[in-house]
């Protein structure tokens, strides 16, 4: 377009606009305005789409390398359990095993007791039947005198002249207090 002063414009010609010094028709400057902004839109929302799809890939990176860490200690963790409760199971058999052992020795110490118990209420009663207990024998009868003292008792209040056989003889009780 060449340039015109403004004075020898026509009427259409004055609506056009002046651009520097060059005179500018209105629709060619509203094209080249929107070819711009359109070329201007295409750029931005390519390059948007390059930054998201930057940051997208960026934030995919990222999750996968905290996820395969968060893996990794969770792997681990697990590990670290499972041969703690193995232990611990472990030791349950262990004990279950120490439990049931010591149960079955207190069986038999439990029936072991009850024949020692019988037997010593068998030998007690056993060690009664030879006995006599005599009440009223004086304490003025010096203790070496007792077994004396049983005989003649023998012979003149139960009638048995036969002289007996004893293997110990002793006063029950203290002095003053027997019967």
Known sequence: MAKRSVDSLSPLQKQTKCVGMEFVDQEDLLEKITMIISEVRDDLLQGQSVTVTSLREEFRESLKTEIGGLKTDLTREVSDLSSGLSSLLDTVERNRKLIESLAQRITVFEEENTVLKSRQVDSENRDKRSNLLIQGIP??????????????????HLNINKELLVERIHRVGTKGSRP
């Open 139 to 156: 304490d003025t009868i010096a203790d070496s005198g007792l077994e004396a003292e049983f005989h003649r008792i023998c012979r003149e």
